[in-house]
């Protein structure tokens, strides 16, 4: 019912920056509300920003003040634009949205609140 491709990856130097995008297909009242996560190999995936109905944005601790999520609703592209990257920065980035807004668990950023994901973008940011 809903597809998401993200593009935008790629490696960069300590301090760049890049902008990733995810274009959504399919119901557009199940795109109210998307995320960026993140994960590397022998983790869970991180949940990194989202974004609500009414443009109210989350962030996770790490991120503040250099990643800023965006949505163009009218495109129906959900961007995701990094700034200062750090090495730990590095991880697939995925791009998710969920049916409903409202939910009970009490945070934004939970993955199984999500019910549609893109299959990632990779980010390498080294030294």
């Known amino acids: 019912q809903v597809q998401l491709v993200e593009s935008g990856g790629g490696s960069v130097q300590a301090g760049g920056s890049l902008r990733l995008s995810c274009a959504a297909s399919?119901?557009?009242?199940?795109?109210?509300?998307m995320a960026w996560f993140r994960q590397v190999p022998g983790k869970e995936r991180e949940g990194v920003t989202s974004?609500?109905?009414?443009?109210?944005?989350t962030y996770a601790d790490s991120v503040k003040g250099r990643f800023t999520i965006s949505k163009d609703n009218a495109k129906n592209v959900l961007s995701l634009q990094m700034n200062s990257l750090k090495p730990e920065d590095t991880a697939m980035y995925y791009c998710?949205?969920?049916?409903?807004?409202?939910?009970?668990?009490?945070?934004?950023?939970?993955?199984?609140?999500?019910?549609?994901w893109g299959l990632g973008t990779l980010v390498t940011v080294s030294s």
């Open positions: 998710a949205s969920r049916r409903y807004c409202l939910v009970s668990s009490g945070s934004d950023l939970v993955e199984a609140d999500y019910n549609y």
């Open positions: 399919g119901r557009l009242d199940y795109t109210s509300c």
């Open positions: 974004i609500d109905h009414s443009g109210r944005t």
